[in-house]
């Protein structure tokens, strides 16, 4: 009973993998492309999920109501962008600025309540924890988010093959090489958070519709999600040689692996309550694993050249 109870869960940990897949995709860009620290991601999905849950309430569609998040999160990064390069702040305490200020931001945006929630078969939504199983395969939750996954994955492919995402990860790369190259460096890391901020957002929106409300403290911890997601698929998947495509990929893929590995502890026994410091811990195994590897399991070097004959 305890497996079969264990298997009823695995399809809501990879549904909610997908959805927090997309917001790790969205830290990934500033992460490894741009090369930066990026915080504001805990105040940018909440933005994402209120401003969605109010455009929906509001009577807007789920299309228009995705797309404003989305916008919400590009104005965050923005703000972030504008802190580090106009401003000379670091990039990581330009983050959590932006962060600290956006806790306000969306108490005002969900009218100075903690929560707002949506009544089930009420509104037009995408996703929901309900939609997992017995349910068309058109509106099963894992299809939608993987066909989220898939398009996102396609448009970011394209993006980055383009003359100003080539631009960008180049910034990332070297930045001082780029500025000799004629490249406005400053634009790019702006451009890169706000396309950063604003899939986190998409995502906000989508795991405010899964979930059915959105709360002022659903980003909490978003960040080490996000870093979790982006290790586990590096360290798991980092020996497979792919584009640019399957790295987006993998980071996806890291985020599932991350909830069904939540799901089995919980299973486990595990009090909920130490799930944060869980998140910890698995975040810091995942990032030491190729320093250890290094240190410890690498072949030794030969001292010593060739002797000649």
């Excluded at 930066?36 to 309430?57: E, I, K, N, R, S």
């Amino acid at each position: 009973m305890e497996i079969v109870k264990l298997f009823n869960m695995l399809p809501g940990a990879v549904a909610q993998g997908l959805i927090w897949g997309i917001m790790a995709i969205g830290v990934y860009v500033t992460y490894k492309v741009l090369d930066l620290a990026d915080l504001t991601v805990d105040g940018t999905l909440t933005t994402g999920g209120a401003v969605c849950v109010m455009m929906l309430l509001s009577e807007h569609s789920v299309g228009e109501a995705l797309l404003v998040s989305f916008l919400a999160g590009m104005l965050a990064g923005l703000v972030t962008g504008l802190f580090h390069t106009a401003m000379g702040i670091p990039a990581i305490l330009a983050g959590i600025l932006t962060q600290l200020g956006l806790y306000s931001v969306n108490l005002r945006i969900m009218e100075g309540k903690a929560n707002q929630s949506l009544s089930m078969g009420k509104y037009d939504i995408l996703v929901s924890l309900r939609w997992v199983r017995d349910v068309p395969f058109y509106q099963n939750t894992i299809f939608v988010s993987t066909l989220f996954v898939v398009i996102l994955i396609g448009v970011l492919y394209w993006f980055f093959g383009t003359e100003t995402g080539c631009a960008i990860r180049a910034t990332g790369c070297n930045p001082h090489m780029s500025r000799a190259q004629g490249i406005n460096t400053n634009f790019c890391k702006i451009m890169g958070l706000m396309l950063s901020n604003g899939i986190v957002a998409l995502s906000g929106g989508l795991f405010a519709q899964y979930q059915s409300f959105a709360d002022v403290n659903m980003g909490r911890g978003a960040i080490v999600i996000g870093l979790a997601a982006v290790i586990i698929g590096q360290v798991v998947f980092g020996k497979i040689r792919g584009n640019f495509a399957f790295k987006l990929l993998t980071v996806a893929l890291g985020a599932i692996l991350y909830y069904l590995v939540l799901q089995v502890v919980i299973w486990l026994g595990m009090d909920p309550n130490d799930l944060k410091l869980l998140s910890a811990l698995v975040v810091a195994v995942f990032l030491s694993i190729p320093y250890l590897k290094g240190r410890y399991f690498a072949k030794p070097v030969r001292k010593g050249g060739a002797t000649n004959a």
